[in-house]
T-cell receptor, first 115, second 115 residues
Protein backbone atom coordinates (compact mmCIF):
# COMPACT_ATOMS: atom_id res chain seq x y z
CA UNK A 1 0.00 0.00 0.00
CA UNK A 2 2.84 2.35 -0.93
CA UNK A 3 1.43 5.84 -1.33
CA UNK A 4 4.00 7.32 -3.72
CA UNK A 5 6.27 4.91 -5.58
CA UNK A 6 9.13 5.43 -8.00
CA UNK A 7 11.04 3.17 -10.36
CA UNK A 8 13.84 2.48 -10.59
CA UNK A 9 15.36 2.98 -7.14
CA UNK A 10 18.88 3.10 -8.54
CA UNK A 11 20.05 4.09 -11.99
CA UNK A 12 23.67 3.93 -13.10
CA UNK A 13 24.32 4.99 -16.66
CA UNK A 14 26.88 6.46 -19.04
CA UNK A 15 27.11 10.08 -20.10
CA UNK A 16 25.09 10.80 -23.21
CA UNK A 17 22.45 8.14 -22.58
CA UNK A 18 18.72 8.77 -22.32
CA UNK A 19 16.82 7.47 -19.29
CA UNK A 20 13.36 7.65 -17.72
CA UNK A 21 12.11 7.60 -14.14
CA UNK A 22 8.52 6.68 -13.35
CA UNK A 23 6.31 7.81 -10.48
CA UNK A 24 2.89 6.66 -9.37
CA UNK A 25 0.67 7.74 -6.50
CA UNK A 26 -2.38 5.91 -5.17
CA UNK A 27 -3.57 8.70 -2.87
CA UNK A 28 -6.04 10.17 -5.32
CA UNK A 29 -4.08 13.42 -5.35
CA UNK A 30 -4.42 15.99 -8.11
CA UNK A 31 -0.92 17.44 -8.00
CA UNK A 32 2.47 15.81 -8.56
CA UNK A 33 6.02 17.15 -8.43
CA UNK A 34 9.59 16.33 -9.35
CA UNK A 35 12.40 17.47 -7.06
CA UNK A 36 16.17 17.16 -7.43
CA UNK A 37 18.34 16.64 -4.34
CA UNK A 38 22.00 17.28 -5.00
CA UNK A 39 25.06 15.95 -3.20
CA UNK A 40 24.77 18.71 -0.60
CA UNK A 41 21.22 17.57 0.18
CA UNK A 42 19.67 20.71 -1.29
CA UNK A 43 16.07 20.04 -2.44
CA UNK A 44 14.86 22.00 -5.45
CA UNK A 45 11.58 21.80 -7.33
CA UNK A 46 11.85 21.01 -11.03
CA UNK A 47 8.29 20.51 -12.27
CA UNK A 48 4.72 20.26 -11.06
CA UNK A 49 1.57 18.96 -12.71
CA UNK A 50 -1.99 19.53 -11.61
CA UNK A 51 -4.56 17.23 -13.20
CA UNK A 52 -2.12 16.39 -16.00
CA UNK A 53 -1.43 20.06 -16.72
CA UNK A 54 2.08 21.50 -16.27
CA UNK A 55 1.90 24.34 -13.74
CA UNK A 56 5.45 24.76 -12.47
CA UNK A 57 8.46 24.61 -14.75
CA UNK A 58 11.58 25.84 -13.02
CA UNK A 59 14.78 26.75 -14.83
CA UNK A 60 15.66 23.22 -15.87
CA UNK A 61 17.61 22.25 -19.01
CA UNK A 62 15.25 21.19 -21.78
CA UNK A 63 16.97 17.79 -21.75
CA UNK A 64 14.50 17.10 -18.90
CA UNK A 65 10.97 16.43 -20.08
CA UNK A 66 8.15 15.47 -17.72
CA UNK A 67 5.05 13.64 -18.87
CA UNK A 68 1.81 13.00 -17.02
CA UNK A 69 -0.34 10.38 -18.80
CA UNK A 70 -2.97 10.65 -16.04
CA UNK A 71 -3.14 12.36 -12.67
CA UNK A 72 -1.79 9.30 -10.84
CA UNK A 73 1.41 9.13 -12.88
CA UNK A 74 4.24 11.55 -13.54
CA UNK A 75 7.31 10.41 -15.45
CA UNK A 76 10.61 12.17 -16.04
CA UNK A 77 12.65 11.61 -19.18
CA UNK A 78 16.23 12.84 -19.37
CA UNK A 79 18.08 13.09 -22.67
CA UNK A 80 21.84 13.21 -23.18
CA UNK A 81 22.71 12.64 -19.54
CA UNK A 82 25.56 14.69 -18.07
CA UNK A 83 27.76 14.14 -15.01
CA UNK A 84 25.99 17.02 -13.24
CA UNK A 85 22.67 15.20 -13.49
CA UNK A 86 23.85 12.76 -10.82
CA UNK A 87 21.52 13.30 -7.87
CA UNK A 88 18.54 11.83 -6.08
CA UNK A 89 15.27 12.60 -7.84
CA UNK A 90 12.14 12.64 -5.69
CA UNK A 91 8.59 12.52 -6.88
CA UNK A 92 5.92 13.97 -4.58
CA UNK A 93 2.18 14.47 -4.61
CA UNK A 94 -0.36 16.62 -2.81
CA UNK A 95 -4.12 16.71 -2.67
CA UNK A 96 -4.37 20.00 -4.53
CA UNK A 97 -3.60 23.66 -4.44
CA UNK A 98 -6.87 25.22 -3.44
CA UNK A 99 -6.48 25.64 0.27
CA UNK A 100 -3.70 27.33 2.21
CA UNK A 101 -0.91 24.83 1.78
CA UNK A 102 -1.20 21.15 1.07
CA UNK A 103 1.05 18.48 2.53
CA UNK A 104 3.38 17.02 -0.04
CA UNK A 105 4.08 13.29 0.22
CA UNK A 106 7.40 12.16 -1.18
CA UNK A 107 8.33 8.97 -2.98
CA UNK A 108 11.40 6.92 -1.97
CA UNK A 109 13.67 8.63 -4.47
CA UNK A 110 15.67 7.47 -7.50
CA UNK A 111 19.43 7.61 -7.10
CA UNK A 112 20.91 8.51 -10.48
CA UNK A 113 24.64 8.16 -11.08
CA UNK A 114 26.03 9.29 -14.41
CA UNK A 115 29.51 7.94 -15.22
CA UNK B 1 11.23 34.57 -6.10
CA UNK B 2 11.19 33.21 -2.56
CA UNK B 3 14.47 32.60 -0.75
CA UNK B 4 14.69 30.54 2.45
CA UNK B 5 17.78 30.61 4.67
CA UNK B 6 18.20 27.91 7.33
CA UNK B 7 20.61 27.81 10.29
CA UNK B 8 22.58 26.10 11.62
CA UNK B 9 23.77 23.71 8.93
CA UNK B 10 24.82 21.18 11.58
CA UNK B 11 23.65 20.80 15.17
CA UNK B 12 24.97 18.37 17.72
CA UNK B 13 23.20 17.84 21.07
CA UNK B 14 23.17 15.39 23.94
CA UNK B 15 20.18 13.14 24.41
CA UNK B 16 17.56 14.93 26.48
CA UNK B 17 18.66 18.41 25.43
CA UNK B 18 16.57 20.74 23.28
CA UNK B 19 17.35 21.58 19.66
CA UNK B 20 16.34 24.73 17.79
CA UNK B 21 16.55 25.27 14.03
CA UNK B 22 15.80 28.68 12.53
CA UNK B 23 14.67 29.78 9.09
CA UNK B 24 14.08 33.14 7.47
CA UNK B 25 12.12 33.78 4.29
CA UNK B 26 12.09 36.70 1.88
CA UNK B 27 8.57 36.81 0.39
CA UNK B 28 6.09 38.41 2.81
CA UNK B 29 3.24 36.78 0.85
CA UNK B 30 4.35 33.27 1.89
CA UNK B 31 1.67 31.73 4.08
CA UNK B 32 2.52 28.06 4.58
CA UNK B 33 5.62 26.76 6.38
CA UNK B 34 6.20 23.01 6.65
CA UNK B 35 9.10 21.18 8.26
CA UNK B 36 10.39 17.91 6.83
CA UNK B 37 12.62 15.27 8.41
CA UNK B 38 14.83 13.14 6.19
CA UNK B 39 16.61 10.14 7.67
CA UNK B 40 19.71 8.82 5.94
CA UNK B 41 18.80 7.27 2.59
CA UNK B 42 15.08 7.86 3.09
CA UNK B 43 12.44 10.23 1.74
CA UNK B 44 11.61 13.60 3.34
CA UNK B 45 8.57 13.32 5.61
CA UNK B 46 6.42 16.10 7.00
CA UNK B 47 6.72 16.41 10.77
CA UNK B 48 4.86 19.65 11.45
CA UNK B 49 3.59 22.68 9.58
CA UNK B 50 2.23 26.11 10.38
CA UNK B 51 0.09 28.56 8.50
CA UNK B 52 0.43 32.32 8.59
CA UNK B 53 -2.70 32.86 10.69
CA UNK B 54 -1.10 30.99 13.61
CA UNK B 55 1.90 32.05 15.70
CA UNK B 56 2.74 28.71 17.30
CA UNK B 57 1.90 25.05 16.92
CA UNK B 58 2.91 22.10 19.06
CA UNK B 59 2.84 18.34 18.58
CA UNK B 60 4.25 16.38 21.52
CA UNK B 61 8.01 17.13 21.61
CA UNK B 62 7.97 19.25 18.48
CA UNK B 63 6.88 22.87 18.20
CA UNK B 64 7.09 25.51 15.51
CA UNK B 65 6.89 29.27 15.97
CA UNK B 66 6.27 31.90 13.30
CA UNK B 67 7.08 35.60 13.39
CA UNK B 68 5.48 37.14 10.30
CA UNK B 69 6.82 40.62 10.99
CA UNK B 70 10.41 39.42 11.12
CA UNK B 71 9.77 36.77 8.45
CA UNK B 72 11.26 33.94 10.41
CA UNK B 73 10.09 30.63 11.82
CA UNK B 74 11.73 28.07 14.05
CA UNK B 75 11.54 24.38 14.90
CA UNK B 76 11.94 23.37 18.53
CA UNK B 77 12.55 19.77 19.56
CA UNK B 78 12.54 19.06 23.29
CA UNK B 79 13.88 15.99 25.11
CA UNK B 80 15.81 14.90 22.04
CA UNK B 81 16.36 11.20 21.40
CA UNK B 82 18.91 9.43 19.17
CA UNK B 83 16.13 8.63 16.69
CA UNK B 84 15.67 12.37 16.14
CA UNK B 85 19.02 12.34 14.32
CA UNK B 86 18.30 13.28 10.70
CA UNK B 87 18.39 16.16 8.25
CA UNK B 88 15.65 18.71 8.87
CA UNK B 89 14.35 21.02 6.16
CA UNK B 90 12.19 24.07 6.51
CA UNK B 91 10.18 25.30 3.54
CA UNK B 92 7.91 28.16 2.57
CA UNK B 93 5.18 28.57 0.01
CA UNK B 94 2.32 30.83 -0.92
CA UNK B 95 -0.96 29.97 -2.52
CA UNK B 96 -2.60 31.80 -5.37
CA UNK B 97 -1.19 33.48 -8.45
CA UNK B 98 1.42 31.57 -10.39
CA UNK B 99 3.17 30.11 -7.37
CA UNK B 100 0.73 27.17 -7.22
CA UNK B 101 1.91 26.21 -3.74
CA UNK B 102 5.52 25.78 -4.84
CA UNK B 103 7.70 24.84 -1.88
CA UNK B 104 11.05 26.59 -1.52
CA UNK B 105 13.29 24.64 0.84
CA UNK B 106 16.01 25.78 3.20
CA UNK B 107 19.48 24.26 2.91
CA UNK B 108 18.84 21.67 5.62
CA UNK B 109 20.21 21.09 9.13
CA UNK B 110 21.99 17.87 10.05
CA UNK B 111 20.92 17.11 13.63
CA UNK B 112 22.93 14.58 15.60
CA UNK B 113 21.70 13.45 19.01
CA UNK B 114 24.40 11.72 21.07
CA UNK B 115 23.26 9.05 23.56
Amino acid sequence: DTAVSQTPKYLVTQMGNDKSIKCEQNLGHDTMYWYKQDSKKFLKIMFSYNNKELIINETVPNRFSPKSPDKAHLNLHINSLELGDSAVYFCASSRGLASSGETQYFGPGTRLLVL
Amino acid sequence: GENVEQHPSTLSVQEGDSAVIKCTYSDSASNYFPWYKQELGKRPQLIIDIRSNVGEKKDQRIAVTLNKTAKHFSLHITETQPEDSAVYFCAASKTGGTSYGKLTFGQGTILTVHP
